[in-house]
């Protein structure tokens, strides 16, 4: 199976410092292939027998096994002639998201898109933009839907939502606390959720009822972190095609 793919698929299992020995282990994919689990588990202040715990919830063996998956999607695309350098992060990001999409996943959200009475949008900060245009998407080929970025009208939404509505939270962390508020209470109301946020546990997609997820390297810059929301952008475009494709006439 596809590295990135048994990644997305076993995603929910991670806690938060899985999320950081996956993070440490792909930005140093080729460091690491020669390093013992010992020394891998030393770098990260972390034991062996939680590395080796790491690996098998993502369905490895081992860290053996793990390592061999890792070298060889690294193989991989070398051999499709992508350079190994922090210049082209961006579009390693790209191509990872494209892996990470489950096709049963995303027409199980088509099918609650096409079902619902009508789809509310959240999201905050530089998302908005991501939510604005997949609600004007929508629009267009007239499923009703909303897009909110205010914590009081989301609240006032999810107050109002039933079980026939689809709730959308995109969210890079997944852990912002006003849309989680709002997605409790819309849950509470008996709507569906899907969330779109960054690979990796967070409380968003352990609350959703359907993930989707993309893969955003952080970049710091004067001590800010910059997270590319094109890649949140380009699962949203995707889920809308084959929402066209699928229920577009």
Known sequence: MDFYKRIAQ?????NK?????????VRNNQKISGMKVQEVAQELYTSPASMIRFCKKLGFSGFSEFKAALR????GRQDRGEKENESVDFLKDVHKTLQLVQEDTVDRILELIHKSRQVEIYAAGSSRMVASEFVKRLQ????????YDDSSLMNISARQVTGEDLVIIISASGETSLMIAAANTAKSRGAAIVSVTNLGSNTLSEMADENVYANSTCFMQSGIQIYSRAQLLLVCEYIFFRYLECYGK
């Open 10 to 14: 076993n995603a929910q299992r991670l």
């Open 140 to 147: 267009i080929i007239g499923k009703p839907a909303f897009c």
């Open 72 to 75: 060889l999607e690294l193989s």
């Open 17 to 25: 410092s899985d999320n950081e020995i996956l993070s440490y282990c």
